[in-house]
């Protein structure tokens, strides 16, 4: 197999060129997909061989969490994004308050949905957010960077370091310098992009599958879960409602429309329902 030719100046292997996509303009749309699917499903490999430190990391933010403390996700661009789309499904889906999971973008809200030219370059702004969260020991960063060298995120777990923090990195490059001076460093290897540099193809697929991997079992060693149903949920919408309706039917054998009456005096909170419906400490 060839290998991949190494970016010049020592640059990580994200910036590397992939072998087996030089003639990508030159295929038709099939091969095309065929090639961007192939490379997506070298992913899930990578991610699996992280396992261990995804393992640490998960005892850690129980810990944090447990103890009354806060997880920030912490990135810039696509990673910053990914960040924010995990930090945003915890409340709806396991209950938890939408304060206890955190996100930091560089280039704040307008950068969740346009690019903020140079936002990552600023070395100062990382700390700022985290200051202006009011950040303490007792909480934990989990910085994202494809490439492990985003200014934004290294100046975001070196304060998280500074001051006692948990601080934990998710990258695509070993001895890169966030996975240096992370206390915790979650390095998936996924090698080149299909397009050279783009990371937010299978960079961001993996920097997601840590992150859900990560959030879903912290959660459910919180207790946020029964089974394999969510109980912490809360029913803000009508998919959720009925999401909820049928875990409260699962579990008390009580019919739909008791279900929902217990759902509607929970204020849409199945765990706060399910107490209604068989007593404290049930869920």
Not at 16 to 29: K, Q, W
Not at 190 to 209: D, F, N, Q, Y
Not at 231 to 236: H, I, Q, S
Request: with cysteine; net charge negative.
């Amino acid at each position: 197999m060839a290998e991949a030719k190494k970016p010049e100046a020592g640059g990580p292997v994200t910036e590397a060129e992939n072998p087996r996509t030089r003639d990508l303009d030159r295929l038709p749309i099939g091969e095309l997909i065929a090639r961007i699917l192939d490379e997506d499903a070298r992913v899930a490999g990578a991610v699996r061989l992280a396992r261990p430190a995804i393992e640490r990391a998960c005892e850690a933010l129980v810990e944090t969490l447990e103890s009354g403390g806060r997880w920030v996700n912490l990135g810039a661009g696509t990673s910053g994004r990914i960040g924010a789309l995990d930090a945003a499904e915890i409340p709806p889906t396991f209950g938890l308050e939408p304060d206890r999971v955190q996100s930091l973008v560089a280039g704040g809200a307008p950068a969740l949905v346009g690019a903020v030219e140079g936002a990552e370059d600023d070395v100062g702004a990382a700390v700022r957010d985290l200051r202006k969260l009011g950040l303490t020991r007792n909480d934990a960063v989990v910085a994202l960077s494809a490439s492990g060298r985003t200014p934004y995120a290294l100046s975001g777990i070196e304060h998280a370091r500074s001051i006692g923090a948990r601080a934990i990195a998710i990258t695509c490059v070993p001895d890169s310098p966030l996975a240096e001076r992370a206390e915790i460093a979650i390095v998936a290897v996924v090698g080149p992009e299909v397009i050279t540099g783009s990371t937010r193809m299978k960079g961001g697929l993996a920097e997601k599958m840590i992150l859900h991997t990560l959030s879903t079992a912290v959660m459910v060693r919180l207790g946020r879960v029964h089974g394999n149903l969510m109980t912490g949920l809360r029913a803000v919408n009508t998919k959720l409602q009925e999401r909820g309706v049928r875990i409260l039917c699962e579990l008390t054998h009580v019919s739909p429309a008791e279900a929902e009456r217990a759902l509607d005096a929970a204020d849409g909170s199945v765990e706060k329902a399910l107490e209604l419906l068989t007593g404290p400490g049930a869920a």
